[in-house]
């Protein structure tokens, strides 16, 4: 407990003119951003760790410490999709699209594509 006679304490919101609040802040406001971004799971679990460490000098007279606040995010949500390997001039390929289905707006679209098995075997015949 502090002692509100002795402003002079150090303490959480005073050590280093508050900056382990202000990084904690810092910090606090990014996590937030992480839980509003719909490109993250919403149930996965933010944390926020702040350490002092302190290393006393010999005679135990003075206090090296630093301060470090560090947020874990949620990870963007994995995204995925299909791609259609094929070839294309003797060389591999891969699209987005199905070669062997033509596009309705684009009917050229992937014609020059060979699909993978076609090509395998022509190759055996």
């Known amino acids: 407990m502090s002692d509100s006679k002795h402003s002079d304490q150090v303490s959480l919101t005073t050590i280093k003119g508050g900056a382990a ?3 904690f802040d810092y910090a606090l406001s990014q996590v937030l951003e992480n839980i509003d971004d719909p490109n993250t799971d919403s149930d996965a679990v933010r944390s926020i760790a702040l ?3 302190m290393k006393p000098s010999p005679d135990r007279a003075e206090v090296a ?3 470090q606040v560090t947020p874990k ?3 963007p949500i994995a995204d995925g999709g299909l791609m259609y390997v094929g070839r294309r001039q003797g060389g591999l390929v ?4 199905n070669p ?6 684009d009917p050229e679209r992937g014609a020059d594509i060979q699909p993978l098995r076609a ?3 022509k190759e055996e015949d």
């Open 65 to 67: 410490y630093t301060i």
């Open 21 to 23: 609040v202000e990084k």
């Open 51 to 53: 350490v002092v460490k």
């Open 73 to 75: 995010f949620a990870p």
């Open 119 to 121: 090509a395998v075997q």
């Open 94 to 97: 891969a699209v987005d699209f």
């Open 100 to 105: 062997q289905q033509p596009d309705m707006f």
